[in-house]
């Protein structure tokens, strides 16, 4: 069969190690894919620049649109990220006829909606394994793998960085301060690592993986986000000490009421499998009605994991060229029309168990006072563990692991406890999740 | 679209869970797909016995040929099991163009070459994901998701009675036999166990992965197979100590001598992600030269999710029916004029670490003698531990961990071993992989 042309936009570290890896595995791919796929032209910043990868036989260029307005070009592969050009040039390449493939999370979470119209209408593909998870096939998995399920709730350590700092923080029992710079030494995290240890990375990718797991539209917006900037040292090791790791996750799940959908750290029990993921490291869980719980892991980011995935979906789209759109893998995985306007949950209406960190001042009554407050609020302890033995009327920690509780319940109870002249300092709140 | 009309070959368990799972997730199934899978009919051993799952609308037979003759039967599903009647229904199904879904993996192990040979000619697809590792979808994954790839290694927990039974053997401290009582117990063990305990079951599916993942014709035969039979509570206890679990695996491994294709209890670190995987669960850890190192890990058995595994190719098989079969995935993977004739290495060429339990004499003198045996055959040791404290002249056992070396100069320093007259009994001998 006749060789596919691919152009690619950017040739950074994911463009770089999609050309190594088309190179090098090129007689395993072709024997795949029955056909060769070769790289025609990619758009670079600077043509001149010096590259780690042989970008011999390539025509080069500054300009996108001599990518995406190319007739030759069969397949275009974006590797810009962010939402401005990149969003620009893919749709002009969908405009075009062009198929995509992209590795932008940010692009699909924020934009995916009205690219997969655009592209539905003018009967081309948009692949975007990439986006989510690196090399994980985790889009191809729940899109087909297990299309013969209801998905009940994945929980997926989704963040590279975001895993790197909290096992750290837990096998050095270092600060987070010293663990990002440490991360940063090394690469793990960026110079500005705001995007990753907030959460709206992992909150960019849940959004891509709730939408294709439960049948529902694109909804960044709707996600609630937290980083792990506020996770503490003691926080690891008290959580340790009652048989927990904390880890930073992305949730999607679906209740009677509707979908959650939360990026978060969160306390889990340690003998779940996911909680020995460590490193820079992802894995997702997803518990499904017939299949039960499955879990994923692998490599989350890098060169040639990255590559791994943008390759796969070559290798797919390239087959489904010739397949009538309608028998192609949607996009969302249900069908365009099929999607479902299922309700969202706000987080005050999210159910979770809770772990705190309170500072008392050790005098008589001070853990009836505390636990009155919980009672009040309609809210079951499970353990409380008062640590040290300070003398009286000294400050000592009080850590407590609540039962599922709404998030408003919790509200209440730790602004009660925050008046109490007993409790000094802030209150350390890490929700908890049992992954049923 | 048109509703696609499917024929049962058995309504057994598998057969039950996937009419029960096409049932409740109708809605969802066909969302996804963008049509109706509606089962039209079932081939069953008795028509009236009673079912725990609806069978109203559907029409049986006694007769499988009824369902594979039927002009109206879209695509065949093959859950007899076994490669007796299943292997004449299937030819005969391919002989009528009818695409087929089978959850067979002796067939597939067995006479699979035959069978995608024969479809190949024919135009249809033979779809096998249920056959491995029950509901991960570990065919898709190799075949698809890493597609980009050169598989260096593969290993796997795809024997779920093994799991089982080692696990239990750990956490409880009991021997062989009484686990696999319990086993049977709870339905996790058959009646005959054989077809498990010995390691055919992971053999049939190891022949599969391997297949897929180097694009090697399917050669069962050629497999060394091992099962759990000879594993003791002690040794269990002992590599424990060492920092190991013993797990019963497929593993199959791409060498520059060849390929290396076995199924044996081993040793692995307890660090690995796969050594948590305990119970009746699944794990495939597989190894590719772009992504790494990734882990697939869920029900290997039961209705459901081996349901889960058949419907999911039903959708997949539904979406290619328009497509030209030279774009279809083929069935190993790897186009059917581009399997490589890679040499398979017997076992006395492979190399692993190993763990040796001995019972020797305690006397002056012995572990040089023993040291020397393997200086001699050229094995180094990493490790020698001696239990207890014999007094002179009184057995005690040495448990010792080699480094890497050919299966063939164990086997000499094992004969060497056993002709001196210090070593007394059985000498207990299990692999050690380090699963780099």
Redesign the interface.
Known sequence: ?KAVNVGLLGLGTVGG?TLA??H??AD??S????REIRVAAAAVRDPAKRRPVDTGGLRLTTDPRDIVDDPGVDIVVELIGGDGAARQAVLRAIDNGKHLVTANKALIALHGNTIFEKAQQRGVMVAF?AAVAG???II??I????????IEYLAGIINGTCNYILTRMQEAGDGFDRVLREAQDLGYAEADPAFDIEGTDAAHKLTILASIAF?IPLQFERVHVQGITAVGAEDIAYARELGYRIKHLGLARRTADGIELRVHPTLIPERR?IA??GGVMNAILVR????????????GA?A??T??????DL??V???????P?????HL???PG?LAALPLLSIEQVETAYYLRLTVVNRPGVLAAITRIFGDSDISIDTILQKGRGRPNENVTVIMLTQETRERNMNAATAALGKLDTVTGEIARIRLERLP
Do not use: C, H, W
Not at 31 to 34: D, L, V
Not at 288 to 299: E, R, V
């Open positions: 069969m190690g890896v088309l090098r595995n395993e791919i024997r795949r894919a029955g394994e090399g994980i096939p191809k998995l899109r087909e793998g297990l299309a013969a399920n209801r049948g499998l020995s993921v499904a009605d017939a299949l039960g719980p499955t879990l994923y892991y692998g490599a890098g040639e994991p590559a791994s995935s943008v390759v796969a290798v797919d390239v087959r489904a060229i010739t397949t009538d309608e028998n192609r893998v949607p995985a249900f069908q099929s």
